[in-house]
């Protein structure tokens, strides 16, 4: 194996001027970004500059380093596949104080995981590139063009948010610093998430509407209780390395679920749709899925698609179950069974049963208000079941009446689908033995 010294830089600055404006803290926080990278020695190929819009985004083209240029508010999340895909990569952002708003949730969000990346936030305390407009760290009573009469919110604390959200290293400071370059340099050295607010000025608009300098930046940092230094240095499980262990200790296991068997023998000869109308929260989905599991189990190719609103546990929940000795390419059918399990379910089941044949099956529960069809019809009567069923055991009870009354598969293989249930699974055998009797009763002893 060939090895490869890799001379340190004495700058990773390429020859390029910077373009910003005389007096702009841009061109001393990427100086001391340049020390940074040189008191490392990392191999420039080890380094990606990941930038967004504004003019902090222009600045990962003057180094000789690898790059990455995105969407306003996105570069922290670009980083962090970056840094996910090669842990072995040092990535730096570079973004605005504009960009900690618009991008505010990956900011946390990186923060909460851990992921180490070093992020370096240039804070002009507005968006300098676009005219001068309030950014989320304007400061109260600050003049921008979009606070003429001076700005009503509190800024963003950048510092305190990455910290208590569980950023390993927040700190703050100005393009002022001499100490700048050794912070940054630290940052990226410890493990885990770092970032560093730098507050600097922007002479095109904020120092020129609010006649800011230097002084007043540092006693404005004063007055908000955002002093300069550490918000956060600890040290704690950085995401990377700790998905990879995970992964490394999960290696050689199953990826794939694992098939259903097919066991058993299904006498139906074409697709077959039942449609499942009950309650939310009454365990209809899931029975349309044993009944599923069931099916392949049988040789039967099955799909199922479901229907409840967003309240979950209130109002109605549809399941509609199709099983095909051929594959399934479209759930769209014709319902062959429409089944109404619950009152909640009626409205639905009423617009499925109008859409059944002449040879369709209409079944209901007795009790349940009545639906207009054209198809035969059979009431099941839990009185019949032989034991008491809750409100959670009809729909599994329906579903065992309808493999009973069409002989859509062997009932033994509903048995096996939910006996692999984590719980409850004695008593749903109870609840199929039940269904399957209210089904031969109904239909008069003639199955």
Same mark, same amino acid.
């Given at each position: 194996m060939?090895?490869v010294?890799?001379?340190?830089?004495?700058?990773?600055?390429?020859?390029?001027?910077?373009?910003?404006?005389?007096?702009c803290?841009?061109?001393?926080i990427l100086?001391?970004?340049?020390?940074?990278?040189?008191?490392?020695?990392?191999?420039?190929?080890?380094?990606?500059?990941?930038?967004?819009?504004?003019?902090?985004?222009?600045?990962?083209?003057?180094?000789?380093?690898?790059?990455?240029?995105?969407?306003?508010?996105?570069?922290?999340?670009?980083?962090?596949?970056?840094?996910?895909?090669?842990?072995?990569?040092?990535?730096?952002?570079?973004?605005?104080?504009?960009?900690?708003?618009?991008g505010?949730?990956?900011?946390?969000?990186?923060?909460?995981?851990?992921?180490?990346i070093?992020?370096?936030?240039?804070?002009?305390?507005?968006?300098?590139?676009?005219?001068?407009?309030?950014?989320?760290?304007?400061p109260?009573?600050?003049?921008?063009?979009t606070?003429?009469?001076?700005?009503l919110?509190?800024?963003?604390?950048?510092?305190?948010?990455?910290?208590?959200?569980?950023?390993?290293?927040?700190?703050?400071?100005t393009?002022?610093?001499?100490?700048?370059?050794?912070?940054?340099?630290?940052?990226?050295?410890?493990?885990?998430?770092?970032?560093?607010?730098?507050?600097?000025?922007?002479?095109?608009?904020?120092?020129?509407?609010?006649?800011?300098?230097?002084?007043?930046?540092?006693?404005?940092?004063?007055?908000?209780?955002?002093?300069?230094?550490?918000?956060a240095?600890?040290?704690?499980?950085?995401?990377s390395?700790a998905?990879?262990?995970?992964?490394?200790?999960?290696?050689?296991?199953?990826r794939?679920?694992?098939?259903?068997?097919?066991?058993?023998?299904?006498?139906?000869?074409?697709?077959t749709? &039942?449609? /499942?109308?009950?309650?939310?929260?009454? +365990?209809? !989905?899931?029975? %349309?899925?044993? =009944?599923a599991?069931? #099916?392949?189990?049988?040789?039967?190719?099955?799909?199922?698609?479901d229907?409840?609103?967003?309240?979950?546990?209130?109002?109605?929940?549809?399941a509609?179950?199709?099983?095909?000795?051929?594959?399934?390419?479209?759930?769209?059918?014709?319902?062959?069974?429409?089944?109404?399990?619950?009152?909640?379910?009626?409205?639905r089941?009423?617009?499925?049963?109008?859409?059944?044949?002449?040879?369709?099956?209409?079944?209901?529960?007795?009790?349940?208000?009545?639906?207009?069809?054209?198809?035969?019809?059979?009431?099941?009567?839990?009185?019949?079941a032989?034991?008491?069923?809750a409100?959670?055991?009809?729909?599994?009870?329906?579903?065992?009446?309808? &493999?009973? /009354?069409?002989?859509?598969?062997?009932? +033994?293989? !509903?048995?096996? %689908?939910?006996? =692999?249930?984590?719980? #409850?699974?004695?008593?749903?055998?109870?609840?199929?033995?039940?269904?399957?009797?209210?089904?031969?009763?109904?239909?008069?002893?003639?199955?």
């Open positions: 060939t090895s010294t890799v001379t340190p830089l004495g700058s990773f600055r390429n020859e390029r001027s910077y373009p910003f404006c005389p007096g803290g841009h061109g001393p100086d001391a970004l340049d020390r940074a990278l040189t008191i490392r020695k990392i191999d420039p190929d080890k380094v990606v500059i990941v930038s967004d819009i504004g003019c902090s985004g222009l600045s990962d083209q003057y180094f000789a380093t690898s790059a990455f240029h995105g969407l306003h508010g996105r570069s922290i999340t670009y980083a962090s596949g970056i840094k996910l895909a090669d842990p072995g990569l040092e990535v730096v952002v570079i973004m605005g104080d504009g960009g900690t708003g618009i505010g949730a990956h900011l946390i969000n990186a923060a909460r995981r851990n992921v180490g070093t992020v370096i936030v240039m804070n002009n305390l507005n968006f300098g590139m676009t005219g001068g407009q309030h950014s989320t760290t304007t109260q009573g600050a003049i921008t063009s606070t003429p009469g001076g700005n919110e509190r800024p963003l604390d950048i510092c305190g948010t990455a910290a208590v959200n569980g950023a390993a290293y927040a700190y703050r400071g393009s002022f610093d001499d100490d700048l370059g050794d912070r940054i340099a630290e940052a990226m050295g410890h493990p885990g998430f770092a970032i560093l607010d730098i507050w600097e000025l922007c002479s095109a608009y904020y120092v020129r509407t609010n006649r800011f300098s230097r002084k007043g930046m540092e006693e404005t940092m004063e007055e908000l209780g955002l002093p300069r230094g550490f918000a240095r600890r040290d704690t499980p950085e995401y390395a998905y990879r262990a995970a992964a490394a200790a999960d290696a050689g296991s199953p794939r679920p694992a098939g259903i068997p097919v066991a058993h023998r299904s006498n139906l000869t074409r697709r749709a &039942v449609v /499942l109308a009950g309650a939310a929260g009454g +365990r209809v !989905l899931s029975a %349309a899925r044993s =009944a599991q069931a #099916g392949i189990a049988s040789g039967l190719w099955a799909a199922q698609r229907d409840y609103p967003v309240t979950v546990k209130t109002g109605h929940s549809v509609t179950l199709v099983l095909d000795p051929e594959p399934i390419d479209d759930v769209t059918t014709i319902p062959d069974v429409v089944v109404l399990v619950a009152p909640e379910g009626r409205a089941a009423a617009r499925e049963a109008a859409r059944l044949g002449a040879d369709g099956l209409f079944v209901t529960v007795a009790g349940l208000p009545s639906v207009e069809h054209h198809a035969a019809m059979v009431t099941l009567d839990p009185a019949d032989g034991m008491l069923l409100k959670g055991d009809m729909a599994l009870a329906c579903v065992a009446a309808v &493999v009973t /009354l069409r002989d859509l598969f062997p009932l +033994r293989a !509903l048995h096996e %689908a939910v006996a =692999a249930a984590p719980k #409850g699974a004695e008593r749903m055998h109870e609840v199929i033995e039940a269904g399957a009797a209210m089904a031969a009763i109904a239909a008069g002893g003639s199955l």
